[in-house]
């Protein structure tokens, strides 16, 4: 057993608590990261969730397998414990009212946005636009995406899970998590046009599209 | 090398992801210079996904991994069998705020009964319990109005969750009868 997250969870299952200490230490971050961004960047309650993750750990480590990883096994009791909480309060569907709201507002969705990007290569915003208010329109345009989609892009880009694990944290299949990310990215194109529809440029153009290096298209 | 919109979209997400190998992202590249239309929309998505970095994260709370601990400390005295060495208030299933609302039931039902003792005789007074409740604002909402004799025993038989769920007026009725 060469994963060191393995060996915590063997030593925690025989009765070593002090194991269960360095796996809270180790994942309190990402299970709060990934309670906050699930759940909606500005629900209440998000660490009581994460709390109750941690609870739920230690009551069923026994449940826990060494074939499968630790990480991943914690993530999967990170949904599921966020999911009882969406259906506990019933919130979802105001959370994501509210989110899209946010996103839209009264500028409308698509197309005519002021703030369009004047420089084709850039990849932020541009135009004085605070990183703040480009931050709150990101964290919106996430909060507003539907439960799953929004949930496969939080595990696959924030928590950089391999399509696979992702899979296994929800309960689905790599195709399926292809699919939430690919209409996750057509909505938050969308819920983004002002910062995203500027003229992407050609392939034989100057600007961006004209690279063709791994981290650019 | 061809693909329908479909299987450009998937793989569009696939290298956006940095998933695909380096010869697949080349072969990518290669075809989508030769589909202008298309290569707009992958800017736009490459756009859009870079954006989601904009979304930082927060720290951990202070103290967020002592009050897990402590959290799962208590779990431990709940269940180990510490009755005999603490107050019997708590080791009570679900802790402090169980026996809190246990407590102010055990008021509740006895200010009923006060009331029930005092208002009946001559004129049969049918207890009201108004007066009773208002003297326990302690109480949570969603029990005052489910709270029974029988539901005394039903409380305090409750797991966790159920007496979450409870307090948050999730759960029908006490009695799991539905009403």
Redesign the interface.
């Known amino acids: 057993m060469a994963d060191p997250d393995q060996r915590l969870m063997e030593r925690f299952q025989n009765g070593d608590d002090s194991a269960f200490e360095v796996l809270v230490h180790k994942f309190q971050a990402p299970v709060l990261s990934l309670c906050r961004r699930y759940l909606g960047s500005k629900s209440p309650g998000i660490e009581d969730v994460a709390q109750e993750v941690f609870l739920r750990i230690y009551r069923s480590k026994h449940t826990y397998e060494p074939k499968a990883k630790v990480g991943t096994w914690i993530y999967r009791i990170t949904v599921n414990t966020c999911l009882n909480e969406i259906r506990r309060l019933g919130a979802d569907k105001n959370r994501r009212v509210a989110g899209f709201s946010a996103v839209f507002g009264d500028a409308g969705g698509e197309g005519e946005g002021s703030a369009v990007l004047s420089d084709p290569g850039a990849t932020t915003p541009a135009h004085g636009l605070e990183e703040r208010e480009v931050e709150g329109r990101v964290r919106a345009a996430v909060d507003a995406l539907p439960e799953q989609q929004r949930l496969a892009v939080v595990l696959t880009r924030y928590h950089e899970l391999p399509y696979e694990d992702a899979a296994a944290a929800m309960g689905t299949t790599v195709p399926a998590i292809k699919s939430l990310l690919t209409r996750a990215r057509e909505h938050l194109r969308r819920g983004l046009s002002p910062y995203v529809d500027g003229d992407a440029g050609e392939p034989s153009g100057s600007s961006s599209a004209g690279r063709s290096d791994d981290d650019d298209l | 090398m061809t693909f329908d919109r479909d299987v450009f979209?998937?793989r569009?997400?696939?290298?956006?992801?940095?998933?695909l190998s380096?010869e697949d992202?080349?072969a990518f590249?290669a075809w989508?210079?030769?589909h202008?239309d298309l290569?707009?929309e992958?800017?736009?998505?490459?756009?859009?996904?870079?954006?989601?970095g904009?979304?930082?994260?927060?720290p951990?709370?202070e103290g967020?991994?002592d009050?897990?601990?402590a959290?799962?400390a208590a779990?431990r005295a709940d269940h180990g069998g510490a009755a005999a060495t603490r107050p019997a208030w708590r080791v009570l299933p679900g802790g402090r705020r169980r026996a809190v609302a246990v407590a102010a039931a055990v008021v509740l039902a006895l200010g009923a009964g006060v009331l029930w003792g005092r208002r009946s005789g001559p004129t049969d007074a049918t207890p009201t319990g108004p007066d009773a409740l208002a003297a326990l604002d302690a109480v949570p909402a969603t029990l005052l109005d489910r709270l029974d004799a029988d539901s005394l025993v039903q409380l305090a038989s409750l797991s966790d969750e159920e007496f979450d769920?409870l307090l948050?007026g999730?759960t029908p009725s006490l009695s799991g009868e539905g009403g």
Not at chain 2, 42 to 52: P, T
């Open positions: 979209r998937e569009l997400t696939e290298y956006l992801d940095d998933r380096a992202a080349q590249l989508l210079e030769r202008p290569w707009k992958a800017e736009s998505a490459r756009r859009a996904w870079a954006l989601l904009h979304y930082r994260d927060e951990v709370p967020f991994s009050r897990v601990l959290r799962v779990g769920l948050a999730d």
